[in-house]
């Protein structure tokens, strides 16, 4: 099947048993796209915004980082549902005082769009790598909620379109930038050796995705279900997918596999790429895939790097960093470390200081304007989402495996290479 775009259409040491018993509790709880990049543009020249999906996300993310930085001028809203975009409009047309926000159905539409320099992705995921490969083909710099991706080819082919099409693109993992800093922090601690040499990480967040059975209701007026499924298999349209009206509570097609990759996919691609952003992952990844030793279990998946390190699906709510020296954990709303003053520090220099941004969309603002990488590029985003596809996998097939990261493939196992991707529908194969 061709790809089917939209232009178509100084510690006291710790005693190790006990950090490693903590450690235990825990887990039981190439492309064608070549384009010129755009010069440099003037501080004063707002950058006008399109947005592809107006449900919850999209929403919140326009009122928040947006249409209240002067930096962003949103010139047009798209999504498959008529009740959406109107009211997406209105909202932008509130901001400006003017009636010149265009709506569009399609995203295809609104990329191709002049008055359009940047687009903001907010769809559901399986929608997520075939807007960012049309936004890369018109050259168009990208910022795309997380998971950056559904599949682990996915990740392989988003990293390479957006090296090769120079847009400056930014995954919406938020933690790097926001939240008082405090992942950013963590993150320094560790990476410092403030814990000493770590020997796992613990993640706790939600469950794999399960296949989805939602029987077939009646449709909902204004909705192009067609193009709400894109990729995915045809099925009939249920409301716990595409929710009727304007709907306030993220919708649970991110339970479903064919969608999302479950609660675990959620807002494990946030935990996970704070966990490769400490142990300095961020261009590579793990390297066995490890199951739970339960075969009905919903946690204690494992993966383990070169290194030895163990990243472990399970534990409090955040990440917990589990070391020779020390602990630390941290949450959105929480720091803490054993012993508590491994985190009354500051780093020695500026080369061991992590970057302190004052918001995700300004950071990549900075980067549209200058032209540079921001703090969550796609192949940041797009290896903490493979990150999530190798847990799921862990779940999903219950087999230890061997996973080679830089290319993208499991070692000696063809069935499990398989897994690499789904089956689209016609008309939507990705290139390559």
């Not at 998946?301 to 290194?307: D, E, F």
């Not at 996973?403 to 991707?421: I, K, S, T």
Request: one cysteine or more; a negative charge.
């Amino acid at each position: 099947m061709g790809y089917r775009g939209a232009m178509n259409h100084g510690l006291p040491k710790l005693d190790r048993r006990q950090l490693l018993a903590a450690g235990a509790a825990l887990a039981a709880a190439p492309l064608s796209y070549s384009l010129p990049v755009r010069g440099q543009r003037a501080p004063s020249d707002p950058v006008r915004l399109g947005v592809i999906g107006y449900g919850i996300r999209g929403r919140n993310l326009l009122k928040s980082s947006f249409l209240p930085n002067d930096g962003f001028r949103v010139t047009a809203v798209c999504d498959v549902d008529e009740t959406r975009r109107l009211v997406g409009k209105a909202l932008v047309d509130e901001r400006y005082g003017d009636d010149a926000c265009a709506v569009e159905s399609e995203h295809g539409a609104l990329i191709a769009r002049d008055d359009v320099d940047a687009v903001v992705i907010a769809t559901p995921d399986h929608w997520h790598t075939h807007q960012i490969l049309d936004a890369c083909a018109a050259g168009k710099d990208a910022y795309c909620e997380k998971p950056l991706t559904l599949t682990l080819r996915e990740s392989q082919i988003v990293i390479d379109a957006v090296r090769k099409a120079g847009i400056v693109f930014q995954t919406g993992s938020q933690q790097r930038s926001e939240y008082e800093h405090r992942f950013v922090k963590a993150a320094e601690a560790v990476r410092a050796g403030r814990i000493g040499r770590v020997l796992s990480v613990h993640v706790g967040v939600g469950d794999a995705p399960v296949p989805c059975d939602l029987p077939t209701e009646e449709m909902e007026p204004g909705l192009d279900w067609d193009r709400w499924l894109g990729p995915a298999p045809m099925r009939g349209y249920n409301e716990i997918l595409s929710p009727r009206g304007l709907h306030g509570h993220y919708p649970l097609w991110r339970k479903y596999r064919e969608y999302a990759g479950g609660g675990l996919a959620d807002m494990g691609a946030h935990h996970f790429d704070i966990a490769q952003w400490a142990l300095e992952m961020d261009d590579s990844g793990p390297v066995k895939v490890v199951p739970p030793r339960d075969p009905s279990s919903k946690r204690g998946a494992t993966l383990v790097y070169a290194n030895g390190v163990r990243l472990i699906h399970g534990g409090p709510h955040g990440a917990t960093f589990i070391g020779e020296d020390g602990m630390i954990a941290v949450d959105r709303g929480r720091i803490s470390s054993i012993p508590g003053d491994i985190l009354e520090w500051e780093p020695e220099s500026e080369a061991d200081r992590l970057p302190r941004n004052t918001g995700h969309a300004a950071n990549w603002l900075d980067r549209i304007r200058d032209r540079g990488v921001p703090i969550c590029s796609a192949e940041v985003g797009a290896r903490s989402a493979a990150i999530c596809h190798l847990m799921n996998i862990a779940y999903i097939h219950r087999q230890e495996l061997d996973w080679d990261p830089v290319n993208w493939r499991f070692e000696g196992n063809d069935e499990a290479n398989a897994w690499l991707d789904y089956e689209r529908r016609e008309g939507y194969g990705l290139p390559g």
